[in-house]
């Protein structure tokens, strides 16, 4: 009766466990609305995660196929997960729940025909809505929960012409505004999120690239950035009207990756030999001026992108990954790591992806070296130019048409901030602990039938990389036990049939 009482304790606890998990994802769900985050700097507000991996990676709580070709990211929003793809010569948004199940998939437009095939920008979630641009120069306002077009315009409104490997900004909000760079007659133009009406339009600045810009507040001035063909531009957040230019990198194939801002000082770095630029921004009255600190070719990104932390920038540089003092352009490190990629960081964490062969990796944050301390790896076909994405305890990687989500909570951190009444029983009971150990058995079948039952007990508080652990050492242990079948169907369904 007693071990019978500690094991439903056990087991409440865990289901109590489940609870917090779900209260906590869909408590974090916006933490991540658009490209690159809250924020556009590529850092994750989630904390209590892995710093290391298991040899076989994180544990994959589901994966998906069919959302569509593409190389967008994935943006959370309402309890739901979005992105987007081409399929049959439209460019569909597919809405994703916390479980992995579609819950829709509608085409909003047409899929362009122009370079590598598939979907650019990452839907951007507010307020109940989606904003995606095409990569021909459609921008729209979908209904979240049905994908329901609510407004569109086309770039050639404003002059804007299609550049050679198509849009692939992603819609900037900021408060009432919807912000996009049609790069034409008006380089940037803002409507009305609710009504779609053109609230303001900036002057010329050459065309468009594939860059996505960034709202900033500096000495009272809020301003956009953003990139284009020839160079960076800073705008009015209220009125549109140019504050400065910078024409680095002016006529470059491509220039992608988004500029990133910390304490006065705008960088941003771009491929194919250029290097990078970091400006310092200077404000007198409603003034802006941009003088230049420093350049470097320490850090040709193509498109993987940068973060900044503590004075420091990492980033993608060339075929792998570098760090650079933010006021001096001094580079610290150079490391292949997964290679060439994207990234994102979170809790301490760097979080890269590799773009050939979906290999990603983890490693610290920090100015004195790199070192990664776990990988994982996904399947698709192709360049992976969609950056990883770190919300609610969870990893999401998009390879091609498939999506791959990972449980990267850490189980010890989690246990720790469950209500101090569960924390009481967890430490007063020898069997309801952090690492659980079922009452002794006096054969091979009762022992591997208790393993099994502490292994969903885990599946239910959703730490399924710890019962992973626990189900291949009963099928190690018990081999030819009932419960080693259940076991071994159960690892195939976690593992995706691995």
Not at 430 to 445: E, F, L, Y
Request: one cysteine or more.
């Amino acid at each position: 009766m007693i071990r019978r009482i500690r094991l439903s304790v056990m087991f409440l606890i865990l289901t109590a466990a489940s609870m917090n998990v779900c209260l906590s994802a869909d408590k974090t769900a916006d933490g991540w609305p658009g490209w690159r985050g809250a924020n556009r700097d590529g850092k994750s507000s989630d904390s209590g995660l892995l710093k290391s991996w298991p040899e076989d990676g994180p544990g994959r709580l589901w994966s998906l196929s069919g959302i569509g070709t593409g190389y967008s990211s994935v943006s959370a929003g309402g309890g739901m997960i979005y992105t987007a793809g081409h399929k049959g010569g439209q460019l569909y948004l597919t809405a994703v729940g916390m479980d992995g199940k579609v819950k829709w998939s509608k085409g909003v437009t047409s899929a362009t025909g122009k370079g590598p095939k598939g979907a650019r920008a990452t839907p951007t979630y507010d307020g109940g809505n989606l904003y995606m641009e095409s990569g021909d120069g459609v921008v729209g306002c979908y209904d979240a929960k049905t994908g329901r077009q609510k407004w569109t315009h086309e770039f050639k409104e404003f002059g804007g012409r299609t550049p050679g490997w198509a849009f692939s900004e992603s819609v900037l909000i900021v408060g009432n505004l919807a912000i996009v760079s049609p790069g034409g007659t008006n380089f940037m133009v803002a409507f009305n999120k609710t009504t779609g009406a053109v609230v303001w339009k900036s002057g010329q600045y050459g065309s468009a690239h594939y860059c996505s810009p960034i709202y900033v507040v500096y000495l009272d001035v809020p301003m956009i950035i953003n990139g284009g063909r020839n160079g960076l531009i800073g705008v009015s957040a209220k009125t549109g009207k140019i504050l400065w230019t910078q024409d680095f990198a002016t006529g470059n194939t491509a220039n992608c990756p988004t500029p990133a801002f910390s304490d006065g000082y705008v960088f941003w770095s771009v491929g194919y030999g250029k290097g990078a630029i970091c400006v310092k921004l200077s404000v007198s009255g409603t003034r802006v001026s941009a003088a230049t600190a420093w350049k470097t070719r320490d850090m040709v990104c193509h498109h993987g992108g940068y973060v900044i932390l503590d004075g420091y920038i990492y980033g993608n540089h060339s075929g792998g990954w570098t760090c650079l003092d933010l006021k001096t352009g001094r580079k610290q490190w150079y490391e292949r790591g997964v290679g060439k990629g994207s990234l994102c960081y979170a809790d301490g964490m760097l979080y890269t992806f590799g773009e050939k062969g979906g290999k990603a990796g983890l490693a610290a944050v920090s100015p004195k070296g790199f070192e990664l301390t776990g990988t994982v790896s996904v399947r698709g076909s192709g360049p992976s130019w969609a950056h990883p994405v770190v919300t609610g305890g969870r990893l999401y990687l998009r390879y091609d048409d498939n999506l791959y989500c990972f449980d990267v909570k850490d189980p010890a951190k989690f246990v720790a901030k469950l209500p101090v009444a569960i924390k009481t029983l967890t430490t007063k009971d020898p069997i309801v602990r952090t690492k659980p150990k079922p009452p002794a058995a006096t054969d091979a079948n009762t022992k591997a039938a208790r393993q099994l039952k502490l292994a969903e007990a885990y599946l239910i508080a959703g730490l399924k990389a710890k019962a992973a652990d626990i189900l291949k050492k009963l099928v190690a242990d018990f081999p030819n036990t009932k419960a080693a079948k259940a076991a071994t169907k159960k690892l195939q369904e976690l593992t995706g049939g691995k």
